[in-house]
């Protein structure tokens, strides 16, 4: 059996089969995880008999399983809206997760308009407490990145608002 073993796509995530010569007695098949050594495996009742993915599949649960794969292969970023990846919520979040400028604003638009539900077009100094950080797992955040300093959240927010609005869905369409 020839195996598809091209890069496909589920959402932006790039999949590509990885070949095993056991795929006749198993129950699914492995794929890479954007060209890294991560892998998920997928199984059979989404994929064609040569491994390809059955076009308008679900495999959201797949990619909910596997969030610290997904944060190693590199997509964590892209995922935090679509499948609800918050690693701040599963505890501690990777090393050097907090130095990428993105992740930040993800963070705090994660807590500003989802949990607070804040008018951004307001001054929203007073509203915001340190203990909305703390009660949300964002302790870290706002203790060693933002210095305990509800103006400079506010500041880091906005600025890189301008900057990475497009990739929120609830913001692109404004």
Not at 11 to 39: C, M, V, W
């Amino acid at each position: 059996m020839l195996f598809n073993t091209s890069i496909q796509y589920y959402h932006h995530i790039p999949l590509r089969l990885i070949e095993r010569s056991d795929y006749g007695k198993k129950r699914a098949k492995q794929f890479s995880l954007n060209e890294t050594k991560e892998s998920i495996w997928i199984p059979n009742r989404h994929l064609h008999e040569d491994g390809t993915l059955i076009e308008g599949e679900i495999l959201h649960y797949i990619f909910r399983v596997t969030k610290r794969e997904l944060f190693r292969a590199g997509l964590s970023t892209e995922l935090h809206y679509q499948y609800s990846y918050k690693p701040w919520l599963l505890g501690k979040v990777p090393n050097g997760y907090w130095k990428n400028p993105k992740h930040i604003f993800f963070a705090l638009h994660w807590l500003f308009v989802e949990v607070l539900r804040l008018d951004l077009t307001k001054n929203n100094e007073k509203v915001i407490r340190p203990n909305d950080f703390l009660n949300n797992r964002l302790n870290n955040l706002f203790r060693n990145y933002l210095k305990c300093n509800i103006k400079r959240a506010i500041h880091t927010y906005e600025t890189y608002l301008e900057l990475y609005s497009d990739e929120v869905p609830s913001l692109s369409s404004k």
